[in-house]
């Protein structure tokens, strides 16, 4: 076992020869959003994160789905079923099979294979100081599901976070690649939000993390539910839990609650050095894609220091 769960990094990994090793991750969740198909594609997108996140390729999946046998349409499942095999396909994975299970309330996700060579895994506790931190994807989705969920989010909200949460991070982890090889520390923004994901890293690396909180990427429409203190309860969670680890100079409020709100298929959160800062964006570019830099490792005790 090359990497297990001492960082809780995003998945597992295991070798089995001298140029090669399994990477392995499950995930599954609640509908987020009511068109059954873009769920699918949301499930899928979701789950084969972590594969990207750690610097390896998807090889297989399986199926995890839980449905309400008697209540909800073979039609309904069918599409749901249709949209994570559409990316499935695009990130070139196979699904060879998976289980069901009837259930109340309807669940889906995957169990994911993937491949990557030993000596470049890509990992959450390998940051250094001096190193740039950049974000994939913007923040925001914890409150726009919520207001979908609570018919307050107005269409164009909703269509960015949906067209958010279905982007593969595959293309962007090829972007890292292509212009730095490994990135100092890699990890995917999910269910413990931006600060939540910056604390592990931090934390694993033995660094101290300078956020500058305005030149987070932040969805349309997130701004304004913050402002009317509309978040989940698992995003209050995020922030009851991490605020022991940040650096405030100011009282916290919407904006920090809005940082530690809980993200669904978030983007990759990694580090690199300052001087492939242009290589960077280049690559980005050319595929395009968007990148931000967010912030900056320094030496010093484990802590997130938002600005």
């Known amino acids: 076992m090359l990497v297990g769960n ?31 198909r873009l769920f699918g594609r949301i499930a899928a997108v979701n789950s084969l994160s972590d ?10 999946a399986l199926n995890l789905l839980a449905t309400p046998a008697d209540s909800l349409a073979p039609d309904v499942v069918s599409a749901m079923l249709a949209g994570g095999q559409e990316m499935m396909d695009r990130a070139r994975a196979s699904i060879i099979g998976g289980h069901s299970i009837d259930d109340p ?6 169990a994911v294979t993937g491949l990557v060579h030993p000596s470049h895994i ?31 989010a107005d269409r164009q909200t909703a269509e960015a976070a949906e067209t958010m949460m279905a982007t593969l991070n595959g293309p962007a982890q090829e972007a890292i690649r292509a212009a730095v090889g490994d990135p100092g520390a890699c990890t995917d923004v999910t269910g413990f939000g931006l600060l939540g994901h910056l604390w592990e890293l931090a934390a694993g690396s033995g660094v101290r993390i300078r956020l500058d909180s305005e030149r987070v990427p932040v969805l349309p429409g997130a701004r304004e539910l ?25 009282v916290p ?7 530690a709100d809980a993200v669904t ?9 300052e001087e492939s800062r242009e290589e ?28």
């Open 122 to 152: 890509w990992r959450n506790d390998t940051a250094k100081p001096g190193e740039i931190v950049f974000l994939t994807k913007p923040i925001g989705t914890g409150l726009i599901i919520k207001a979908i969920k609570d018919g307050t």
């Open 280 to 307: 960077l964006q280049s690559a980005f570019q050319e595929r395009g894609l968007s990148l931000w830099e967010i912030g900056l490792v320094s030496p010093g005790a484990a802590r997130v220091d938002l600005r």
């Open 6 to 36: 001492e960082t809780h990094d995003d998945a597992g990994v295991f070798r089995i020869s001298d140029d090669m090793a399994l990477v392995q991750t499950v995930d599954f969740f609640t509908p987020v959003v009511d068109d059954p």
């Open 226 to 250: 913050a402002e009317q203190k509309a978040f989940p309860r698992g995003s209050l969670r995020n922030w009851e839990f991490v605020q022991e680890h940040v650096e405030l100079d100011r």
């Open 253 to 259: 409020g919407f904006r920090e609650w809005l940082l």
């Open 105 to 110: 309330e309807p669940k889906m996700g995957y």
């Open 51 to 60: 594969i990207y996140a750690m610097g390896g390729t998807p090889l297989t």
């Open 265 to 273: 298929s978030g983007g990759l959160l990694f580090t690199a050095p």
